[in-house]
Protein backbone atom coordinates (compact mmCIF):
# COMPACT_ATOMS: atom_id res chain seq x y z
CA UNK A 1 0.00 0.00 0.00
CA UNK A 2 1.39 3.57 -0.75
CA UNK A 3 2.63 6.00 1.89
CA UNK A 4 -0.41 7.61 3.34
CA UNK A 5 1.78 10.89 3.39
CA UNK A 6 1.78 10.74 -0.49
CA UNK A 7 -1.53 10.60 -0.80
CA UNK A 8 -3.37 13.71 -2.36
CA UNK A 9 -6.51 13.08 -4.74
CA UNK A 10 -9.18 10.44 -3.67
CA UNK A 11 -11.99 8.64 -5.51
CA UNK A 12 -14.15 6.77 -3.68
CA UNK A 13 -16.70 4.39 -4.96
CA UNK A 14 -19.91 3.40 -2.65
CA UNK A 15 -22.34 0.47 -3.33
CA UNK A 16 -25.21 -0.41 -1.51
CA UNK A 17 -23.22 -2.31 1.28
CA UNK A 18 -22.43 1.31 2.71
CA UNK A 19 -26.34 1.38 3.53
CA UNK A 20 -26.58 -2.03 3.96
CA UNK A 21 -26.63 -1.28 8.18
CA UNK A 22 -29.10 1.75 7.73
CA UNK A 23 -31.70 -1.04 6.90
CA UNK A 24 -31.56 -0.44 2.90
CA UNK A 25 -31.48 -3.28 1.38
CA UNK A 26 -28.78 -5.11 -0.92
CA UNK A 27 -29.26 -6.50 -4.63
CA UNK A 28 -27.47 -9.40 -4.44
CA UNK A 29 -27.52 -10.84 -1.23
CA UNK A 30 -29.90 -13.59 0.04
CA UNK A 31 -33.76 -11.87 0.30
CA UNK A 32 -32.05 -8.90 -1.69
CA UNK A 33 -33.82 -6.74 -4.53
CA UNK A 34 -32.85 -8.89 -6.98
CA UNK A 35 -34.31 -11.82 -5.49
CA UNK A 36 -37.45 -10.30 -5.24
CA UNK A 37 -37.45 -8.55 -8.61
CA UNK A 38 -36.11 -9.86 -12.01
CA UNK A 39 -33.70 -7.03 -13.48
CA UNK A 40 -35.42 -6.97 -16.41
CA UNK A 41 -38.53 -7.02 -14.61
CA UNK A 42 -38.02 -3.70 -12.72
CA UNK A 43 -34.92 -1.86 -13.78
CA UNK A 44 -34.62 -1.49 -17.70
CA UNK A 45 -36.50 1.11 -20.42
CA UNK A 46 -37.85 -2.03 -22.02
CA UNK A 47 -39.97 -2.79 -18.59
CA UNK A 48 -40.84 0.48 -18.30
CA UNK A 49 -42.19 0.87 -21.88
CA UNK A 50 -43.71 -2.90 -21.35
CA UNK A 51 -45.31 -2.39 -17.16
CA UNK A 52 -44.77 0.83 -15.97
CA UNK A 53 -47.38 0.57 -13.47
CA UNK A 54 -44.85 -2.02 -11.82
CA UNK A 55 -41.76 -0.10 -12.46
CA UNK A 56 -43.59 2.90 -10.85
CA UNK A 57 -44.66 0.72 -7.85
CA UNK A 58 -41.05 -1.13 -7.15
CA UNK A 59 -39.31 2.65 -7.20
CA UNK A 60 -42.26 4.36 -5.29
CA UNK A 61 -41.90 1.45 -2.40
CA UNK A 62 -38.14 2.56 -2.36
CA UNK A 63 -38.49 6.37 -2.34
CA UNK A 64 -40.70 6.04 0.85
CA UNK A 65 -38.67 3.46 2.21
CA UNK A 66 -35.54 5.19 1.85
CA UNK A 67 -37.13 8.69 3.80
CA UNK A 68 -37.26 6.72 6.55
CA UNK A 69 -33.89 5.44 7.35
CA UNK A 70 -30.58 6.93 8.77
CA UNK A 71 -27.08 7.55 7.73
CA UNK A 72 -24.63 4.98 9.69
CA UNK A 73 -21.01 5.00 10.83
CA UNK A 74 -19.49 4.91 7.62
CA UNK A 75 -21.67 7.50 5.78
CA UNK A 76 -20.66 9.75 8.80
CA UNK A 77 -17.31 8.80 8.78
CA UNK A 78 -16.59 9.77 4.59
CA UNK A 79 -18.90 13.17 5.14
CA UNK A 80 -16.14 13.81 8.16
CA UNK A 81 -13.09 13.05 5.82
CA UNK A 82 -15.26 15.41 2.81
CA UNK A 83 -14.64 18.20 5.57
CA UNK A 84 -11.37 17.84 7.31
CA UNK A 85 -9.54 16.56 3.59
CA UNK A 86 -7.06 19.17 2.11
CA UNK A 87 -6.89 17.50 -1.18
CA UNK A 88 -9.36 16.43 -4.03
CA UNK A 89 -11.97 14.09 -2.91
CA UNK A 90 -14.93 12.64 -4.86
CA UNK A 91 -17.81 9.82 -3.37
CA UNK A 92 -18.84 8.23 -6.72
CA UNK A 93 -21.82 6.47 -5.37
CA UNK A 94 -23.86 3.91 -6.95
CA UNK A 95 -26.60 4.27 -4.99
CA UNK A 96 -29.75 6.09 -4.97
CA UNK A 97 -30.45 6.78 -1.42
CA UNK A 98 -29.60 10.45 0.35
CA UNK A 99 -27.55 9.07 3.09
CA UNK A 100 -23.92 10.30 1.97
CA UNK A 101 -26.06 13.80 1.82
CA UNK A 102 -27.65 13.66 5.12
CA UNK A 103 -24.55 12.56 6.86
CA UNK A 104 -22.95 15.87 5.43
CA UNK A 105 -21.45 14.64 2.39
CA UNK A 106 -20.62 16.63 -0.51
CA UNK A 107 -18.43 15.98 -2.76
CA UNK A 108 -20.59 13.59 -4.15
CA UNK A 109 -21.53 12.05 -7.16
CA UNK A 110 -24.58 9.81 -8.17
CA UNK A 111 -23.77 8.11 -11.43
CA UNK A 112 -26.83 5.83 -10.86
CA UNK A 113 -29.26 8.83 -10.28
CA UNK A 114 -31.20 9.41 -6.79
CA UNK A 115 -34.59 8.09 -5.88
CA UNK A 116 -35.46 12.05 -4.61
CA UNK A 117 -35.20 13.36 -7.72
CA UNK A 118 -38.50 12.75 -10.78
CA UNK A 119 -37.45 12.96 -14.76
CA UNK A 120 -39.80 14.38 -17.33
CA UNK A 121 -39.09 12.65 -20.65
CA UNK A 122 -41.19 15.55 -21.97
CA UNK A 123 -38.78 18.91 -21.19
CA UNK A 124 -35.82 16.70 -19.74
CA UNK A 125 -36.04 18.83 -16.07
CA UNK A 126 -35.61 16.71 -13.15
CA UNK A 127 -37.30 17.75 -10.03
CA UNK A 128 -36.65 17.08 -6.69
CA UNK A 129 -39.58 14.32 -5.73
CA UNK A 130 -40.56 12.80 -2.81
CA UNK A 131 -44.18 11.37 -3.02
CA UNK A 132 -44.61 8.31 -5.31
CA UNK A 133 -45.26 8.81 -8.88
CA UNK A 134 -47.97 5.74 -9.90
CA UNK A 135 -50.34 8.00 -10.77
CA UNK A 136 -48.34 10.09 -12.96
CA UNK A 137 -48.43 13.32 -11.63
CA UNK A 138 -47.77 16.77 -13.64
CA UNK A 139 -44.27 17.71 -14.03
CA UNK A 140 -43.84 21.22 -11.98
CA UNK A 141 -42.11 22.42 -14.94
CA UNK A 142 -44.05 21.93 -18.31
CA UNK A 143 -47.42 20.22 -16.74
CA UNK A 144 -46.74 16.70 -18.76
CA UNK A 145 -47.57 13.58 -17.30
CA UNK A 146 -44.37 12.09 -18.22
CA UNK A 147 -42.61 11.87 -15.29
CA UNK A 148 -40.21 8.66 -14.53
CA UNK A 149 -37.67 7.96 -11.66
CA UNK A 150 -34.32 9.68 -12.33
CA UNK A 151 -32.63 6.64 -12.03
CA UNK A 152 -29.94 5.14 -14.53
CA UNK A 153 -31.15 1.55 -15.73
CA UNK A 154 -29.47 -0.81 -16.91
CA UNK A 155 -28.57 -0.57 -20.70
CA UNK A 156 -28.46 3.91 -19.87
CA UNK A 157 -25.65 5.59 -20.05
CA UNK A 158 -24.31 6.01 -16.06
CA UNK A 159 -24.21 10.26 -15.18
CA UNK A 160 -21.02 12.10 -14.45
CA UNK A 161 -18.66 9.51 -16.19
CA UNK A 162 -16.38 12.83 -17.81
CA UNK A 163 -15.97 13.88 -14.03
CA UNK A 164 -15.49 10.36 -12.43
CA UNK A 165 -12.78 9.67 -15.46
CA UNK A 166 -11.09 13.00 -15.12
CA UNK A 167 -11.10 12.21 -11.17
CA UNK A 168 -9.56 9.03 -11.62
CA UNK A 169 -6.68 10.70 -13.84
CA UNK A 170 -5.52 12.74 -11.03
CA UNK A 171 -6.65 10.14 -8.00
CA UNK A 172 -3.42 8.90 -6.03
CA UNK A 173 -5.78 6.80 -3.70
CA UNK A 174 -8.88 4.39 -5.06
CA UNK A 175 -11.40 3.36 -2.33
CA UNK A 176 -14.58 1.01 -2.81
CA UNK A 177 -16.85 0.57 -0.34
CA UNK A 178 -19.51 -2.15 -0.16
CA UNK A 179 -20.33 -3.25 -3.38
CA UNK A 180 -19.98 -6.76 -5.00
CA UNK A 181 -18.28 -5.70 -8.30
CA UNK A 182 -20.80 -6.99 -10.45
CA UNK A 183 -22.10 -3.58 -12.85
CA UNK A 184 -20.14 -1.69 -15.11
CA UNK A 185 -18.73 1.02 -16.12
CA UNK A 186 -18.46 0.85 -12.08
CA UNK A 187 -16.98 -2.24 -11.72
CA UNK A 188 -14.42 -1.60 -14.07
CA UNK A 189 -12.77 1.55 -12.23
CA UNK A 190 -10.34 0.07 -9.83
CA UNK A 191 -8.91 -1.26 -12.90
CA UNK A 192 -8.71 2.49 -14.39
CA UNK A 193 -7.14 3.55 -11.34
CA UNK A 194 -4.42 0.95 -11.09
CA UNK A 195 -3.69 1.39 -14.62
CA UNK A 196 -3.34 5.00 -14.29
CA UNK A 197 -1.30 4.75 -10.92
CA UNK A 198 -3.53 4.67 -8.21
CA UNK A 199 -2.84 3.00 -5.17
CA UNK A 200 -6.40 1.07 -4.59
CA UNK A 201 -8.17 -0.45 -1.54
CA UNK A 202 -11.33 -2.42 -0.81
CA UNK A 203 -13.61 -2.44 2.55
CA UNK A 204 -15.68 -4.95 1.69
CA UNK A 205 -18.35 -7.40 4.01
CA UNK A 206 -16.61 -10.08 1.65
CA UNK A 207 -14.89 -10.60 -1.03
CA UNK A 208 -16.18 -9.25 -4.37
CA UNK A 209 -15.87 -10.10 -7.82
CA UNK A 210 -12.95 -7.45 -8.16
CA UNK A 211 -11.23 -8.29 -5.44
CA UNK A 212 -8.28 -9.48 -7.42
CA UNK A 213 -8.05 -6.20 -8.49
CA UNK A 214 -7.27 -4.12 -5.42
CA UNK A 215 -3.48 -3.71 -3.34
CA UNK A 216 -5.45 -4.62 -0.04
CA UNK A 217 -8.84 -5.68 0.79
CA UNK A 218 -10.02 -5.12 4.22
CA UNK A 219 -13.19 -7.31 5.37
CA UNK A 220 -15.74 -6.50 7.39
CA UNK A 221 -18.52 -4.31 7.92
CA UNK A 222 -18.56 -0.88 6.98
CA UNK A 223 -19.60 0.81 9.82
CA UNK A 224 -16.56 -0.24 11.73
CA UNK A 225 -14.07 -0.32 8.77
CA UNK A 226 -14.76 2.81 7.09
CA UNK A 227 -14.20 4.99 10.28
CA UNK A 228 -11.33 3.44 11.26
CA UNK A 229 -9.84 4.16 7.55
CA UNK A 230 -10.96 7.48 8.00
CA UNK A 231 -9.07 7.69 11.31
CA UNK A 232 -5.75 6.32 9.91
CA UNK A 233 -5.51 8.76 7.16
CA UNK A 234 -6.46 11.90 8.86
CA UNK A 235 -4.22 10.66 12.02
CA UNK A 236 -1.40 13.46 11.96
CA UNK A 237 1.82 12.65 10.34
C1 LIG B 1 -24.06 1.00 -19.34
C2 LIG B 1 -29.96 1.91 -10.35
C3 LIG B 1 -23.24 1.83 -21.41
C4 LIG B 1 -31.25 1.23 -10.42
C5 LIG B 1 -28.37 0.26 -11.13
C6 LIG B 1 -22.17 -7.96 -19.94
C7 LIG B 1 -20.91 -7.82 -19.38
C8 LIG B 1 -20.53 -6.62 -18.77
C9 LIG B 1 -21.41 -5.55 -18.73
C10 LIG B 1 -22.66 -5.69 -19.27
C11 LIG B 1 -23.05 -6.88 -19.88
N1 LIG B 1 -24.31 -6.71 -20.31
C12 LIG B 1 -24.74 -5.46 -20.02
C13 LIG B 1 -23.73 -4.82 -19.38
C14 LIG B 1 -23.74 -3.44 -18.88
C15 LIG B 1 -24.56 -3.36 -17.60
C16 LIG B 1 -24.01 -4.33 -16.57
O1 LIG B 1 -22.97 -4.08 -15.99
N2 LIG B 1 -24.75 -5.42 -16.34
C17 LIG B 1 -24.30 -6.38 -15.35
C18 LIG B 1 -25.52 -6.95 -14.62
C19 LIG B 1 -23.50 -7.47 -16.06
N3 LIG B 1 -24.41 -2.00 -17.13
C20 LIG B 1 -25.25 -1.05 -17.57
O2 LIG B 1 -26.20 -1.27 -18.28
C21 LIG B 1 -24.90 0.37 -17.17
N4 LIG B 1 -24.91 1.21 -18.33
O3 LIG B 1 -23.27 0.09 -19.36
O4 LIG B 1 -24.20 1.93 -20.35
C22 LIG B 1 -22.01 2.55 -20.96
C23 LIG B 1 -20.82 1.85 -20.68
C24 LIG B 1 -19.68 2.55 -20.31
C25 LIG B 1 -19.72 3.92 -20.21
C26 LIG B 1 -20.91 4.58 -20.49
C27 LIG B 1 -22.06 3.92 -20.86
C28 LIG B 1 -25.92 0.93 -16.20
C29 LIG B 1 -25.86 0.16 -14.90
C30 LIG B 1 -26.72 0.88 -13.86
C31 LIG B 1 -27.90 0.01 -13.49
N5 LIG B 1 -28.58 0.61 -12.36
N6 LIG B 1 -28.97 0.88 -10.11
C32 LIG B 1 -31.74 0.88 -9.03
O5 LIG B 1 -31.05 1.16 -8.02
O6 LIG B 1 -32.83 0.33 -9.01
S1 LIG B 1 -27.27 -0.98 -10.78
C33 LIG B 1 -27.48 -1.56 -9.17
O7 LIG B 1 -26.57 -2.66 -8.96
C34 LIG B 1 -27.03 -0.57 -8.14
O8 LIG B 1 -27.22 0.74 -8.47
C35 LIG B 1 -25.56 -0.83 -8.00
O9 LIG B 1 -24.88 0.12 -8.74
C36 LIG B 1 -25.34 -2.07 -8.73
C37 LIG B 1 -24.34 -2.93 -8.04
O10 LIG B 1 -24.86 -3.28 -6.83
P1 LIG B 1 -23.97 -3.03 -5.49
O11 LIG B 1 -24.11 -1.61 -5.11
O12 LIG B 1 -22.60 -3.57 -5.67
O13 LIG B 1 -24.82 -3.92 -4.51
P2 LIG B 1 -24.75 -5.51 -4.38
O14 LIG B 1 -25.96 -5.93 -3.62
O15 LIG B 1 -24.47 -6.12 -5.71
O16 LIG B 1 -23.46 -5.73 -3.48
C38 LIG B 1 -23.43 -5.19 -2.17
C39 LIG B 1 -22.03 -5.47 -1.63
O17 LIG B 1 -21.95 -4.91 -0.32
C40 LIG B 1 -21.72 -6.95 -1.49
O18 LIG B 1 -20.42 -7.18 -1.98
C41 LIG B 1 -21.79 -7.20 0.03
O19 LIG B 1 -20.83 -8.16 0.43
C42 LIG B 1 -21.42 -5.85 0.57
N7 LIG B 1 -22.01 -5.58 1.89
C43 LIG B 1 -23.25 -5.94 2.35
N8 LIG B 1 -23.41 -5.49 3.62
C44 LIG B 1 -22.27 -4.81 3.94
C45 LIG B 1 -21.39 -4.86 2.85
N9 LIG B 1 -20.17 -4.29 2.87
C46 LIG B 1 -19.81 -3.65 4.01
N10 LIG B 1 -20.60 -3.56 5.11
C47 LIG B 1 -21.83 -4.12 5.11
N11 LIG B 1 -22.61 -4.02 6.20
Known amino acids: MRDMGTIRNIVILTGAGI ?9 RAEGGLWEQHRIEDVAT ?3 FERDPDLVLRFYDMRRESIQTKEPNAAH ?3 ARLDREWAGELLIVTQNVDDLHERAGAQRVLHMHGEH ?3 WCTDCDARSRWTGPLKQRPACPGCGARALRPDVVWFGEMPYGM ?13 VSIGTSGAVYPAAGFVRDARELGAATLELNLERSQGSGWFDESRLGQASELVPAWVDELLAPR
Open 45 to 47: PEA
Open 76 to 78: LAL
Open 116 to 118: LNA
Open 19 to 27: SAESGIDTF
Open 162 to 174: DKIYSALRTADLF
